[in-house]
T-cell receptor, first 117, second 110 residues
Framework: GAVVSQHPSRVICKSGTSVKIECRSL??????MFWYRQFPKQSLMLMAT?????????EQGVEKDKFLINHASLTLSTLTVTSAHPEDSSFYIC?????????????FGPGTRLTVL | KQEVTQIPAALSVPEGENLVLNCSFT??????LQWFRQDPGKGLTSLLL?????REQTSGRLNASLDKSSGRSTLYIAASQPGDSATYLC?????????FGKGTMLLVSP
């Protein structure tokens, strides 16, 4: 089946630093990838939609200058949390959209736990 | 805008019981509906995927149904086990986006 990986799985950083999270589709090409954030005991919330070769589309309330998204290839999207602060501590999950005939399915990465001290 | 609601928010049952988790959505124009399992601090595990043209899907002790016209889905878990304890999320795929419910936290006690 389709596999999506994320790296790193867990990161702890100091306030003010930037953190890059990678999302890769390992066995299929994904023209669209999505980034979600999940705070404790909350549902996943879509942050942005990343399309290969174009600018990401951000959801309302998500700062595009703080959460930089790059989708440079059909198998890789990166999310960079710039100047991270403790309130950015969260679980970040990516997904990759696979179109196969009539089906349209998202496959999820295992997530990245970000802790900002 | 699509809204997904899951009821109940939490459920505690003794081992062996059959149980039903409910999911409703406001916009019936969906491609598919998925049920996920999430263990504390972990990512998502896809359990069942129902395409919009399908009525139900089964995997082991799990059965999910979809009534697109009424905007409802149920996840049926037979003979529950302590290992089933987790949060169960329902999500619907609309036009290039996925909307999640807040989940049902299930606790199955031995």
């Amino acid at each position: 089946g389709a596999v999506v990986s994320q790296h790193p799985s867990r990161v702890i950083c100091k306030s003010g630093t930037s953190v890059k999270i990678e999302c890769r589709s390992l066995d299929f090409q994904a023209t669209t990838m999505f980034w979600y954030r999940q705070f404790p005991k909350q549902s996943l919330m879509l942050m942005a939609t990343s399309n290969e070769g174009s600018k990401a589309t951000y959801e309302q309330g998500v700062e595009k200058d703080k959460f930089l998204i790059n989708h440079a290839s059909l198998t890789l999207s990166t999310l960079t949390v710039t100047s991270a602060h403790p309130e950015d501590s969260s679980f970040y999950i990516c997904s990759a959209r696979r179109l196969a005939g009539p089906t349209d399915t998202q496959y999820f990465g295992p997530g990245t736990r970000l802790t900002v001290l | 805008k699509q809204e997904v609601t899951q009821i109940p928010a939490a459920l505690s049952v003794p081992e062996g019981e059959n149980l039903v988790l409910n999911c409703s959505f406001t916009d019936s124009a969906i491609y598919n509906l998925q049920w996920f399992r999430q263990d504390p601090g972990k990512g998502l595990t896809s359990l069942l995927l129902i395409q919009s043209s399908q009525r139900e899907q089964t995997s082991g002790r799990l059965n999910a149904s979809l009534d697109k016209s009424s905007g409802r889905s149920t996840l049926y878990i037979a003979a529950s086990q302590p290992g089933d304890s987790a949060t169960y999320l329902c999500a619907v795929t609309g036009y290039s986006t996925l909307t999640f419910g807040k989940g049902t936290m299930l606790l199955v006690s031995p």
